[in-house]
């Protein structure tokens, strides 16, 4: 009776692991891009010398969540995988490798944005490759840079988006079509957002270190 139930028990665990943490196409593939990658993280610099990923398929009625641990508090950002899905594509490939773990916000300016995902800290590194930005017609609603929490990637000029992002304070539609949109905050629980801005200045040099502790993806039913 006893192996009978450890039996059952291993068999209900192997489906709850199954069934939560596995089955998405678009993780189970970067995982085997990552697989196929000779990536030495014993290397101090590994994080400027990556390949960039294939772009992912997203599997309808799911939503994405970059999910940010920050010394200031947690924040969950939506993923615009429709719009962007390049900039979704390497977002949760290099979370996946651990990429933005123990980076800092380098620069954030109060009434602006606050700049992270450099793995030089110095707002001039990427990880090793570059691609195009991901723009249309429509700016509207969460397309464009519309209101506080918009998430949207940093860049050097056209085909120099990489892995540094930024997070609005405000919107700053000025910056429609210069900079892809591709997220946007919906859970902001403990202010973070607020405490971050506050810890900037004009000059976008911060009073104290602000710094991304842990970053994840989440999987979810869409709400729609």
Not at 77 to 96: D, F, G, N, Q, R
Not at 158 to 164: I, N, R, V, Y
Not at 197 to 214: H, P
């Amino acid at each position: 009776m006893n192996n009978h139930k450890k039996i059952i028990t291993s068999l209900f665990l192997m489906f709850t692991l199954t069934a939560c943490c596995g089955g998405d196409a678009a993780i189970e593939k970067v995982n085997n891009f990552i697989t196929k990658q000779a990536i030495d993280k014993a290397d101090p610099a590994w994080k400027t010398k990556l390949d960039q990923p294939p772009l992912l398929g997203f599997t309808p009625g799911k939503d994405y969540f970059w999910e940010l641990q920050t010394n200031q508090g947690n924040l969950t950002i939506k993923l615009l995988t429709e719009s962007a899905p390049m900039h979704v594509s390497s977002t949760i490939y290099l979370t996946k490798l651990g990429f933005y773990d123990g980076l800092t916000f380098h620069r954030v300016i109060p009434g602006f944005m606050a700049q992270g995902g450099d793995p030089t800290g110095t707002g001039a590194g990427n990880p090793g490759y570059k691609y195009d930005g991901e723009f249309n017609d429509n700016f509207e609603g969460e397309l464009g840079h519309n209101e506080s929490g918009t998430l949207s990637m940093a860049n050097a000029g056209p085909g120099t988006d990489g892995s540094q992002f930024f997070l609005t304070f405000k919107a700053t539609p000025f910056l429609n079509g210069k900079h892809t949109v591709f997220g946007k905050v919906v859970t902001d629980l403990e202010n973070s957002l607020t405490k971050i801005e506050a810890l900037g200045s004009r000059s976008g040099k911060t009073s104290e270190e602000v710094k991304i502790i842990k970053a994840s993806i989440r999987i979810a039913n869409s709400k729609e």
